[in-house]
């Protein structure tokens, strides 16, 4: 099960998964995203309309569709606000941490239900490399946001080890989608290290597959990061301007 699987990286897995011959389910708050030529492709395909902030919404999809025999649950949902939107509507802060944070642990919670009772499964979600970034005055809700998910990420790995449930935490740099084009003025030309869908899928799947705990990539910015955190905090505010 995808949720966030209408459009981007989320759509990208599970097309492929679909096409390795999985029963696949692909969630979102709008289903009218997914191209119904996909849809023709992979007629297995499943799908499920909710908002993953909406906690019996997210259970009673993840039980209809597997039956508490879920094997892997994919989390790509996210809501994204910047600095000039939370000014204009301090309320889309409330949003980011209900949908990134909040819908994370519904939908991990709901499923590993059934993954503990079977002792069995796999929860990945996909944070954001911004989340690798140190609290700093100025930073950022997006990546304090971030940071939580990957701290959640950590705390369901240690609480679901002794029942044989991995977890595994996507941390990708700049994926020239739709949206961060839509973000960006119709282009990410200038976002550095940038990775086509395609080869961020590639990176996902192997840690996907290979159940690891944390994949960050691409592995320039992620230098790129932790050489900014090393930086004393004067220089870190400078940031912003």
């Not at 140190?134 to 971030?146: F, H, Q, V």
């Not at 990410?188 to 290290?193: H, Q």
Request: with cysteine.
């Amino acid at each position: 099960m995808v949720i966030g699987g209408t459009s981007g990286i989320g759509l990208a897995l599970a097309r492929h998964y679909a096409g390795q011959g999985a029963q696949v389910a692909i969630c979102g708050r709008d289903l009218g995203r997914v191209d119904p030529d996909i849809l023709a492709r992979h007629p297995g395909l499943r799908l499920y309309q909710f908002d993953i902030a909406d906690k019996a919404a997210v259970g009673a999809a993840i039980d209809d569709f597997a039956c508490g025999a879920l094997d892997t649950l994919v989390v790509t949902a996210g809501f994204y606000a910047d600095a000039a939107t939370l000014e204009r509507d301090p309320a889309a802060g409330t949003r980011m941490l209900h949908t990134n944070v909040g819908g994370l642990n519904n939908a991990f919670e709901a499923a590993a239900r059934g993954m503990m009772a079977r002792k069995s499964g796999h929860l990945v979600a996909v944070a954001s490399i911004a989340g690798l970034l140190r609290d700093y005055p100025g930073a950022s809700l997006y990546s304090a946001n971030k940071r939580l998910v990957i701290a959640l990420c950590a705390l369901y790995r240690k609480t679901l080890a002794p029942f044989s449930v991995a977890v595994t935490v996507i941390v990708p740099g700049y994926v020239d989608t739709a949206r961060l084009r839509e973000l960006n003025n119709c282009s990410a030309a200038n976002k550095p290290y940038l990775l086509s869908e395609q080869q961020a899928l590639v990176h996902m799947v192997k840690a996907i597959d290979g159940r690891v705990a944390r994949s960050v990539f691409p592995w320039q910015l992620h230098w790129m990061v932790m050489a900014f955190n090393c930086l004393p905090l004067l220089l870190r505010r400078l940031r912003d301007k």
